[in-house]
């Protein structure tokens, strides 16, 4: 569970003085610009996007990897149900999966529920545990599908030695209240595809086209999964204090 402290106040207190609230501002670095930096020298990734929720993050990777009306998404059966809304919100279908003994999504099953129709699959790694990463990623080249994980609830674990959230094509996250770090309502996506972040980036920000962006794709019609100053500034403080954490939580383990 997050630690909050006096640094989170002050983070907090800082920006509220500043008088600049909003995350794009013209020819100024926000806060929120330097801690999507800050979570691409992390997981070791080109591109990361800060959101206004899990759930919005979830949607924006699904927009960005070009899932739509039509297309199927497989889904673990056992997941907060966020996993299975953003298929809906961008116009696709969720198809539900069998988890095994790891309570995560079972491959074998999966595999099972694929169509003509299936497009992509969200592993979830469930209250800490990774999935089987070696078998789902098997699994998507054999049928050509996108990888999204959902690491909501898995911020800075890892699986064979890589960090959860960039095995897959696209990683996604949460910051609620109920996280290892938490901003009390954030998300973020990562991934190392220019395309799937450049789409993803005007899906979450119905205002890309006034931004100072440079895009080589067309502006579509996005909508509003911004998240604002005020909450990254504090949860700067927290991804500063996500090893700690973790270190506290493993010790209470074993």
Known sequence: MYIMGKEEVE????????????????????????????LSQRFGVNHAIAL?????????????????????????????????LAPL????????????QSLTIDPSNAEKKITPNTKAIIPVHMCGLSCD??????????????????AAQACGGSYQGQALGTIGDVGAFSFNSHKIISCGEGGAIITNQVEFFQ?????????????????????????????????????????????GILAAVRAEES
């Open 199 to 243: 789409r993803a980036l005007i899906h979450h920000d119905g205002g890309c086209a006034f931004r100072d962006h440079k895009l080589d794709i067309p502006f579509f019609a996005g909508l509003n999964f911004r998240t604002q100053d005020i909450l990254i500034a504090l949860f700067r403080v927290q991804f500063c204090r996500l090893d």
């Open 89 to 100: 919100a961008v116009g696709a279908v969720p198809v539900l999966a069998e988890i095994d």
């Open 52 to 84: 206004s929720s899990g759930t919005a993050s979830l949607i924006t990777a699904l927009a960005g990897m070009g899932i739509g009306p039509g297309d199927e998404v497989i889904v673990p059966a056992y997941t907060f149900m966020a996993t299975a």
């Open 133 to 150: 990463m070696t078998a789902i990623m098997q699994l998507a080249q054999k049928h050509n599908l996108l990888v999204l994980e959902d």
């Open 11 to 38: 983070a907090v207190q800082q920006v509220i003085e500043s008088g600049q609230l909003f995350r794009y501002q013209p020819g100024v670095e926000s806060i929120t610009d330097k801690l999507e930096k800050e």
